[in-house]
């Protein structure tokens, strides 16, 4: 019994043992590695020490002990795999949890599925944060039975959480990758899913422009992508577990949002996927766009009011109105018939903002055509009053002079004339009410009332005709006397002006070219004007009575001479209103500074216009004054050029002052048109022509003179080194000299035939001395130079010839250092005047 008992007892120690070793896997025992030593050697007396034979109080210790060893570790395997287990859940709680929020079948108003996402995650966040703090724990408290124990366990334990640090990352991939796919599910579908619609758009007539959707297409991308990019942002909240930087393979470990984020598989294959869904809907969206624009898009972008203008200007039918009303009440019924809305893949497109706009332009449209309808019947109507009402007025009352009953006869002959005109208004104008009244337009209450009165408005002016035609026949017979002594008188009147008109007309003034006498007849003109003008008002006032009695008009031939009289007057005293303006502008100008084409053109031109006047004028003594008065300004002309030749030196000035016995200063301020006239020059014009060409003739041989001197200062001696090395020069070349004294001495010579060489007699003499002396001096520098070159060969460098010719060496040592210096000289010198 008692070894029945041991048995028992051994066999209950060995499956407490064999359970703990059950209990864990192949990287588990590791883990547990001392736990399970330490209880191996708790184990090992009962293997190696101790038999069935042994005392039994011995055994009953051992085996006591060693279970209760075997309990312990069971337990810490236990806890071990309850935290593991706690692990998994969370892990499976993070699977399982989706970071977007899609409720089925709900659409979405604009910035509503944003706001519900950011909800979601924040929910989302905590929950990932809390079971990562949860698993931190049971992490940290799961290590304390490990703290103590061997390397090889702490290396064990880095191994573990590596791992549960793994799981955590799958399932935080799982996450991302589910609910990407949910996202991607609601927009693109797939085989088991159709697209539901799932985001509202409006769709909307954006500034009276376009259609657009709102939010368009470009926004939900921009939504859908930054919310898939977002919630992927959650995982942040859940750091490593694991406490290596560096994984199994040795890899940096990344934290887990660097890692997913960028995965291919878990989120940018997905992310695209997404994309390429949203993508989809931009023709469909695009279609439909189109369609509205081109069917409707008429109605808003024409601009109403400057079509109204036009059509206004144009004079549209009444029948062009009704087919114009209709267009767009017809139309308004074709947007009522379109869809409220419909659905397009993941959107459900509101149609009622687009729909509403249009309605209203239809509306506006109506209210237009209708607004001008009204208006141009409202004043067609308006304009019957008044011309029933005003006319009435005025033919109701009793003329009170001529002009008034003229006034008040040919009204009224007008207004008979006009009554079938007058009536044939009143059919339009109320077809115009009809068509109001057919399109349920409301007109006021006043403009009504006077619709319905027109016709007894109408029959009552017809009366009011009759009666003042009586009452006129009876106001003529007291004014045809009257009007028949107001005419004798008028003739009379006339005459007598034309009488007065011939007394003071300026005709014959002369000198007409003075202001004096410019003031004197424009203030005559003037008045004059004033009088003709009376006469012509009168007679016009006179001709509305002599139509109403048929008395004839009188011809009036005074007052057509003094009119045509007045108009050659006005033109003549104009021409010299004008030339004493540009006189005065010309003589007070500097003379140098004349514009002499300009005044000889305008000189012609007032000629033209004079000599044309005088056909009809030219017996007027002013007339003749004119024209002397211009034709002595053109003959001044040549005597102007001639002074102003630039060729003129002061010589020339003084033979004029000498010819006309009197001093001036030819370029001063003063020297002025006017003061030719008042020196009286034009009386020596023969002598001021003659002195002007002979001026320019010389000036030609004072020209020639300055060139001679312009090629003399900057012609230089061709004055080269002899030898290299040594300071000596020579000349090389006289081409240029010699050409330059050919060209010039016979230019001097050919001055000298002139008979002008006296004017320039000293220059002409000086050039021509220091041409000869340059040529025969050149001549003896090339002689004496050639002389020299061949001596300097033989005495210069050679000692024996030297000391053969001692009286010759010395000789040619004074006239080498003599020529050589000479020829220096020449060389700084260079010009080959000076040299």
């Not at 109105?321 to 809305?341: C, G, H, M, T, W």
């Not at 230019?747 to 007699?761: D, N, R």
Request: glycine residues 4%; proline residues 2%; charged residues 30%.
């Amino acid at each position: 019994g008692v070894t029945q008992l041991l048995r028992e007892n051994v066999l209950l120690l060995v499956r407490d043992y064999n359970r703990i070793l059950g209990a864990l896997d192949k990287e588990e025992r590791r883990l547990f590695a001392d736990r399970i030593h330490y209880l191996d050697r708790r184990v090992t007396p009962g293997l190696h020490k101790l038999n069935w034979t042994a005392a039994k109080n011995v055994l009953d210790f051992f085996i006591k002990e060693a279970r209760k060893y075997c309990q312990e570790v069971y337990d810490m395997v236990l806890e071990y795999k309850d935290a593991n287990a706690r692990v998994q859940a969370n892990c499976k709680a993070i699977t399982e949890t989706l970071l977007v929020s899609i409720v089925k079948k709900k659409v979405y108003m604009e910035g509503e599925f944003e706001e519900e996402q950011a909800a979601h995650r924040a929910v989302v966040s905590a929950k990932f944060a809390a079971a990562h703090a949860e698993m931190k724990e049971i992490l940290s408290k799961t290590h304390e039975t490990f703290a103590n124990d061997s390397e090889d366990v702490q290396a064990e334990w880095v191994k573990y959480t590596r791992k549960v640090d793994k799981r955590l990352e799958e399932s935080l991939r799982m996450t991302v990758k589910k609910s990407l796919q949910e996202l991607s599910r609601a927009l693109n579908g797939d085989n088991k899913t159709e697209v539901m619609p799932v985001f509202n758009v409006l769709t909307i007539l954006k500034n009276n422009r376009r259609v657009e959707l709102k939010p368009n297409v470009q926004d939900l991308f921009n939504i859908i992508h930054t919310i898939s990019r977002e919630l992927i942002t959650v995982i942040k909240v859940v750091p490593r577990l694991s406490l290596a930087k560096i994984d199994a393979a040795g890899a940096k470990m990344l934290p887990f949002y660097d890692a997913i984020s960028t995965d291919e598989d878990t989120t940018l294959k997905q992310i695209v996927s997404i994309d390429n869904g949203i993508t989809l809907i931009v023709e469909k969206t695009q279609t439909f766009v189109t369609f509205w624009e081109k069917t409707y898009k008429h109605v808003w972008e024409q601009d109403k009011e400057a079509y109204i203008r036009r059509y206004e200007k144009a004079k549209k039918p009444l029948s062009s109105f009704e087919v114009d009303i209709q267009k767009y009440k017809d139309l308004a019924d074709e947007v009522n018939a379109e869809d409220q809305s419909t659905n397009m893949l993941f959107l459900r497109i509101d149609c009622g903002p687009l729909k509403q706009s249009l309605l209203d332009h239809c509306e506006g449209w109506v209210e237009k055509f209708t607004g001008l309808l009204n208006a141009t019947a409202l004043q067609e109507l308006n304009d019957l009053y008044t011309y029933f009402d005003g006319n009435s007025a005025i033919l109701s009352e009793t003329p009170l002079n001529l002009d008034q009953l003229a006034e008040n006869v040919n009204l009224h002959k007008r207004l008979v004339t006009e009554k079938e005109e007058t009536e044939s208004k009143f059919a339009p104008m109320q077809a115009k009410y009809r068509l109001l009244e057919k399109f349920e337009v409301v007109i006021t209450e006043e403009e009504e009332t006077r619709l319905e009165n027109l016709p007894g408005k109408w029959s009552a002016f017809q009366n009011v005709l009759g009666d003042s035609d009586v009452d006129l026949e009876r106001a003529k017979e007291g004014f045809r006397e009257k009007l028949v002594k107001m005419v004798d008188t008028f003739v009379k009147e006339a005459a007598d002006a034309r009488e007065t008109f011939e007394a003071g007309a300026p005709k014959h003034v002369s000198p007409a070219m003075e202001h004096g006498a410019l003031a004197s007849a424009t203030a005559f003109l003037e008045e004059t004007k004033v009088t003709i003008a009376t006469y012509r008002k009168r007679e016009t006032d006179l001709k509305a009575g002599m139509e109403i009695f048929g008395i004839p008009q009188p011809p009036l031939k005074e007052l057509l001479a003094m009119e045509t009289d007045m108009g050659f007057l006005v033109q003549l005293w104009e021409i010299v209103a004008e030339w004493l303006k540009s006189y005065d502008s010309w003589k007070g100008g500097m003379f140098k500074d004349l514009m002499v084409e300009e005044m000889e053109n305008a000189a012609i031109t007032y000629g033209k216009r004079i000599i044309k006047l005088g056909r009809e004028i030219k017996a007027w003594g002013a007339w003749n004054s004119v024209k002397d008065v211009v034709d002595a300004f053109k003959k001044t002309m040549p005597l102007i050029t001639d002074l102003r030749n630039p060729a003129i030196r002061e010589r020339h000035w003084s033979s004029v002052m000498d010819k006309c016995g009197q001093k001036f200063d030819p370029h001063g301020d003063s020297f002025t048109l006017g003061k030719v006239t008042e020196l009286g020059l034009h009386l020596f014009g023969e002598f001021i022509a003659e002195m002007s060409t002979n001026a320019t003739k010389e000036l030609a041989i004072d020209n020639s003179l300055q060139s001679i001197e312009a090629v003399w200062k900057d012609l230089a001696l061709d004055m080269v080194p002899f030898k290299e090395g040594r300071d000596v020069f020579k000349l090389r070349s006289t081409d240029d000299v010699f050409a330059a004294l050919e060209d010039n001495i016979v230019t001097l010579s050919t001055m000298k035939a002139s008979k002008f060489f006296m004017v320039f007699e000293a220059t002409i003499t000086s050039w021509e001395q220091k041409l000869g002396l340059v040529s025969e001096m050149v001549e003896i520098v090339q002689k004496v130079q050639m002389s020299w070159m061949y001596l300097e060969n033989i005495f210069v460098g050679s000692e024996d010839i030297r000391k053969q010719l001692p009286q010759e060496s010395i000789m040619f040592d004074n006239v080498n250092l003599s020529f050589i210096k000479a020829m220096k000289e020449m060389k700084e010198i260079s010009n080959v005047v000076l040299a």
